[in-house]
């Protein structure tokens, strides 16, 4: 069948037998929407403690709050105020565990610090973190932050959702993130007054540190040991020393533990002599001692740790900064963990900020001049660099790269990818560790790392739109290229930061972007990666102008790139040069030439065995195909890019072929089954999250 369509493009050999024999009505069944899949309500809290201490004072206000709020001008706001480590996040998550069963459609929650880059938040990828929680293809997040915002405003319409939102320090970061429904609650956690948060229904709820009683009780649930009973005189001065705090608690309690065969006023009294000694708060002295008690490699770890570059921490990421195996890191972690200085949470292993810093100060004192944590910073560097190189690869396949794979590290295992999605996951899931891997080797010194490290995250940003992550990396690779004089990768990084620029209408910086790199790129040499990177430039170039609608200046670069491939011997790059070039036929009204230059390109993908270049040069080659009249080879090649749509479970193809299946009906006077797939269309588009009138361009 696929030879009858190829043959028949060039607009010159007659129509072959296969579609003779099919009509549009006959070639339309099995078109319709995929069932929808059945979507689970989101709870993203982590499980309960064994015991809270109990708040009920706050608990008891914010429940009363949440019962009497009926008013309709948007969800109520309960702001939980305090400083760091006075349990604000354990309260909220307390709160929302007793509420949740009053909001069926979803309990959500995100840290603003996870995605604070030097004190500000892009709030626009915080509100895709919750459209994506609340089911929204990321095909269909909308680029802009005003987009994103209509469709969280959309997609909260009438719910009953409680979104937890962590660590605010300001009203504005907050404002975006709350449903629109005012039957919704928003629990936010704060070190202080969110002044500008104008216009919404709140309830302040400040917090102080724990009283006496209620301290020791929480002691009490945390080490259950007879010395506390037996020495009530050395629990109230410990529990005092830790201002209330629960995060001190935790680890002082954890530290009691471990001494089992010393009396309570002994430990104490050890405290207040370091206290004394030293001159620092007992807390501090708490945390040493907790850090005393540590093995060896545990003390390391937590020291390392700071240099970490995200909120959570994997067990190989652990052994990638120890310098070892996997066991050895996980026991590291489960120590530290069992002393109250680790957090673990479904996602990983969390530090509070107030032992981040208790950390650094201990780093420094045991490694004074830095040598060992710079070699540490350095092994891990190189292990992300590794993983996401080899993930990449798996995921994207053989492309024009320019960094070499890192070697293995020594004595450090690599993760292990089996498949294409676990490879995609594990990127987006480490998103957070490599963008920041790119600033971290960048401000070490370490520039071919940061800009290599660059090369892998652009397929992630191809299917994540993480703008703000993507921007500042990428800005940062061309910097470390610059300063390692690699002007090639300044060439190709310049050219791939000009993508997220223009799609989010930043025009006259993308164009600025490619300016530079065409620039860089005459300064290239003759061989045939420089020749490529060149003709890269000029095809980038065409896009930004085909996106601000230039289409005659977009076709001439298309040309001139497809000329050089040419010259080269790049299959490839002829390939999609030819397929740009139809397009912007396509979008000029030329169809004949459109058909000659789509067909062309639709047999180049099959002969080099692109299923994906197959799917999108089809699919516009239909569309061409419908306009010059040829609707029967035009229903087969929609039908085609149909099928691989949903094998790769893209919707957003889905809906751009099922409209274009409408049209093609409506054409041949089929108006029932045209306004058939039009509402399975309208219906996908919906359930994946689309703003009503959303529009979709070209096959992905």
Known sequence: MAEETYNRVDGHAQVGAVFQARRIGEVHHHVHAAPAPVLPVPFQLPPAPAYFADRTAEQERILRAAESHRGPDGPLVVALTGIGGIGKTALGFQVAR??????????????????????????????AQLLTDLGVDPGWLERSFAGRSKQYWTRT?????????????????????????AASLAIVTSQGPLYDLDGVAAVEVPMSPLAPQDATRLLRHIVDDPRLAAEPDALLELVRGCGGLPAALQVAGQWVRRYRRRSLTRLV??????????????????????????GPEAALLYRLLPQFPAPVVSAPAAAALLGGSLLPAEDALEELEAAGLLENRPEGYRMHELLRGHAVRRSREADADGARTAEARGRLIRWYRRQAARADLLAAGARLTLAAVEPPVAGVADVEFTAKPEALRWLEGQRLALYGCVRLAFDAGRHDDAWALCEPLWTHFLDHQHYADVTDAFTTGVAAAERAEHLAAVVRLRCQLARPLWEQARYPEAAEQLRQALNTASALGDSTQERKLKASAVEFRGILKSVQGDWAGAAADFEASRQEHEAIGNAYGVLLQTYLLGR????????????????????????????????????????????????????VLSRSALANARQRGSTTDEVRVLTELADLAEQAGRGAEAEEHRTAARLLAERSGALPGSSTDQIS
Do not use: C
């Open 98 to 127: 007793r509420l949740s069963e009053r909001f069926p459609d979803g309990v959500l929650y995100v840290d603003l610090d996870d995605l604070r880059r030097e004190g500000v938040v892009e709030v626009a990828d915080a509100v």
């Open 157 to 181: 319409r009438d719910k009953r959702l409680l979104v937890v939102i962590d660590n605010a320090r300001y009203g504005a970061e907050v404002a975006a993130l709350l449903p629109s429904s």
């Open 269 to 294: 009294a050890e405290l207040t002599a370091e206290l004394h000694g030293k001159g620092i708060p007992m807390v501090e002295a708490v945390w040493d001692a907790a850090y005393a008690s540590l």
């Open 584 to 635: 912007a036929a396509l979008a000029t009204g030329e169809f004949d030439r459109a058909v000659e230059l789509l067909g062309g390109a639709h047999r180049m993908a099959q002969e080099q065995e692109r299923e994906r270049m197959t799917a999108r040069t089809g699919f516009e080659l239909g569309r061409v195909l419908r306009r010059v009249g040829r609707l029967e080879e035009a229903v």
